[in-house]
């Protein structure tokens, strides 16, 4: 028996248990919006496709599963591609189902056809930052198509596909046969696992060494393994320092967390990983940010200090740092075989590091004294310190925060406490702006029964504020933190140190400071706005923005000052060469 394709596609989905699908209608795709009308999964609706890649994205980083995202063709699929290419710079499991020109139309430039250098050739757009892009020629080799998507998808590094599927593909018929056969196959392929040998060799010269540092990326967090780690870590007594991605894999007061390295790291934190005799990389790639631009003896010291490295991409293996041992494996399944060695070699655990969690926690009091003042400050507007303080103080240890660029994300990698894996989101490696207010519908959805808050800068939440519409309509309580300093504040104060202007990077108006009214607009969505207008207003509205249980936008007034830091970034001897300039404060 023949059905639809846009049919079967559905039921498909269906049985791989997606229950939303994020996107945009357009008459390439609504064969197959017709389709979701009449299934339990439910379509969210946006008003523009960036936020349906970005809400896509925080849905499967909360949810742990691969979304799935459906684009009309042409100005829909290139909408979209900011937050599909966010999502693969960040590892995040992604399907995109894009309606395509009528294939018997090809090179006749049919309505929105990308044909500049070939034929509905669409489809190559995404080919730069997809695990794969495919366009779908015939009816009869869709099914094999959107399997095979699913499981690259979810393979190895995970990342977004693409699938192109010119608009009559969808309104064919074919065989249920070619659907049934799908259903023989797996769903969950199975990862590489860690070998005896290399876990032993791995457990005993971290046994031996002097000063070994555990130095743990977003990885951990895709592979759901902070349990197996946190095992591991507490067995063989080693302190843990981690990347931006790497938040929260242990918890902020876990008394071997030593915290954030790089760019926005700590003196003490980058000392931590720069006079380890080994550091063992467990599921990062070692990025500008996190490595200080790979300054030397900086954040690391290789190939002084020496390098274990275990990660799922053989790519990411080598490729910034020398290493001694290397490993393409699993982190879940190779933190498994860790630690039944190290139960093995060594069933009593290793007793050392007293002296250097003592330091950790020296450190974690001078650090909050250093900060103490801002953290405290009645000053309006805000200090940034306190906003992010009165957050942390207001929210439960396992709330989820969405994170966008500025303060909210490099302040929030330095001083807010994560105590819960996996409940931080945050645009990593292609630091996007507008991730935040996005992903955190996402992130909601994929966790109901948790508290979101998104933190955000004004730059951010300007780009896509039609974010409210869709919480409106689909009723997702989220709570948007605008740490408003009317300007691009980190890109400000940078511009001031090393130019002696801020041009390009203010809000002004008629020469004066300028800023939308962030709470007015929310309510023009018919969302609770609440415009603050003091420092000790702020965590009352905060409280009560959560306990409403309904969508709220909090516009915070805040100061335009440069996030502490003692790491290293190369732009500063480009920009200042010899001089050790960075950011200023903007007034």
Request: some cysteine.
């Amino acid at each position: 028996m023949k059905k639809l394709v846009s049919e079967q596609l559905v039921t498909y989905l269906e049985s791989r248990g997606v229950e939303y699908v994020f996107g945009l209608c357009g008459h390439t795709n609504i064969a197959v919006l017709a389709e979701l009308d009449k299934s339990p999964i439910t379509f969210i609706n946006v008003r523009h496709e960036q936020i349906a890649s970005h809400a896509a994205d925080g849905y499967a980083r909360a949810k742990r599963k691969t979304s799935v995202v459906l684009s009309h063709l042409g100005p829909g699929l290139t909408n979209a591609a900011t937050g599909v290419a966010n999502a693969a710079l960040d590892s995040i499991p992604m399907v995109v189902i894009a309606g395509d020109v009528p294939s018997h139309y090809y090179g006749k430039h049919p309505h929105q056809e990308v044909n500049m250098h070939a034929d509905g050739a669409q489809w190559e757009i995404y080919r730069p930052f997809v695990k794969r892009a495919w366009r779908v020629d015939r009816e009869d080799l869709f099914p094999e198509i959107i399997q095979k998507a699913f499981q690259l998808a979810e393979s190895g590094r995970p990342g977004p596909v693409l699938v192109s599927v010119p608009m009559d593909i969808f309104s064919k018929e074919v065989d249920e046969e070619k659907f049934a056969l799908l259903k023989h196959h797996t769903q969950v392929v199975e990862k590489p696992a860690l070998d005896e040998e290399t876990a032993e060799r791995i457990v005993e010269t971290l046994a031996n060494a002097e000063r070994p540092v555990i130095y743990a990326g977003g990885g951990v967090v895709l592979s759901q393994a902070e349990e197996e780690l946190r095992e591991f870590v507490e067995h063989m007594n080693i302190p843990v320092a981690h990347s931006l991605m790497g938040k929260g894999v242990l918890p902020d007061d876990h008394p071997l967390t030593v915290g954030m390295t790089g760019f926005w790291g700590t003196t003490f934190i980058n000392d931590q990983t720069k006079n380890a005799d080994y550091l063992f990389g467990v599921g990062t790639r070692f990025s500008e940010a996190d490595s200080s631009s790979w300054y030397q003896n900086v954040t690391f010291n290789f190939p002084k200090t020496k390098l274990i490295h275990i990660d799922i991409d053989p790519s990411e293996i080598g490729r910034n740092y020398p290493v001694e041992i290397g490993a393409v494996a699993d982190l879940k399944r190779a933190l498994v075989a860790l630690n039944r060695v190290a139960k093995q070699l060594y069933p009593n655990g290793m007793d050392r590091n007293e002296k250097l969690k003592e330091e950790i926690q020296e450190y974690r009091k001078s650090l909050r004294a250093s900060i103490h003042e801002n953290v405290t400050s009645d000053a309006f507007p805000m200090k940034p310190e306190r906003i992010l303080a009165d957050v942390r103080e207001v929210l439960p240890r396992d709330a989820y925060i969405t994170t966008d660029v500025g303060w909210n994300k490099n302040g929030v990698g330095q001083q807010f406490p994560i105590y819960t894996p996996g409940s931080i989101l945050t645009p990593g490696g292609y630091a996007t702006m507008g991730f935040g207010s996005a992903a955190a519908l996402g992130a909601k959805l994929a966790q109901p029964n948790k508290v979101v808050v998104s933190l955000i800068g004004d730059g951010g939440f300007g780009q896509n504020p039609s974010v409210l519409a869709t919480a409106v309509e689909e009723n997702i309580p989220v709570v948007w933190v605008v740490m408003n300093n009317s300007a691009y504040g980190t890109i400000a104060g940078l511009e001031m140190a090393h130019y002696d202007t801020t041009y390009g990077t203010l809000f002004k108006k008629d020469g004066e400071s300028y800023t939308p009214n962030f709470a007015e607009i929310a309510k023009g969505f018919g969302v609770k706005g609440v415009k603050i207008t003091s420092a000790a207003e702020f965590k009352h509205e905060l409280k009560a923005a959560i306990e409403a249980n309904e969508p709220v936008v909090l516009d915070v007034a805040m100061r335009n000052e440069p996030v502490p830091t003692d790491g290293q970034w190369n732009i500063n001897d480009i920009y200042s060469p010899y001089s050790k300039k960075s950011h200023v404060s903007i007034p």
